[in-house]
Nanobody, 128 residues
Framework: QVTVVESGGGSVQAGGSLNISCQVS???????LGWFRQAPGKAREGVAVINARDGTTTYYDSVKGRFTLSIDNAKNTLYLQMNSLKPEDTATYYC??????????????????????WGKGILVTVSS
């Protein structure tokens, strides 16, 4: 059973940067790992995902060009560098992993159903 634990998060002003991380108990080659987020009153949506087998990374539309996902395989740690943050990035960010997520649809809301392992989430607040 894979477990994931998020760390980092906090508050930042618009235009600023923040880095959050996720400690994964074990990274299997056939798994995909990444982040979802959920803003108050909104559906959970995909942020970014990386394929542990080949390192292919996919970003969902709302964060393309601003966020960077990376993985340190030696430390079993996933990182999300968030730049040019906007108030609409305010959300609880969840680390997630599954095999099925490797067959993503590209629809950030629909892909929630492909995940079977979730972290507890950490809050990121961007003020204007």
């Amino acid at each position: 059973q894979v477990t994931v634990v998020e760390s980092g998060g906090g508050s930042v002003q618009a235009g600023g940067s923040l880095n959050i991380s996720c400690q994964v108990s074990r990274v299997y080659s056939g798994y995909c790992l990444g982040w979802f987020r959920q803003a108050p009153g909104k559906a959970r949506e995909g942020v970014a995902v990386i394929n542990a087998r080949d390192g292919t990374t996919t970003y969902y539309d709302s964060v393309k060009g601003r966020f960077t996902l990376s993985i340190d395989n030696a430390k079993n740690t996933l990182y999300l560098q968030m730049n040019s943050l906007k108030p609409e990035d305010t959300a609880t960010y969840y680390c997630a992993t599954s095999v099925r997520w490797c067959h993503l649809t590209g629809d950030g809301i629909a892909d929630v159903a492909k995940v079977n392992t979730w972290g507890k989430g950490i809050l990121v607040t961007v003020s204007s």
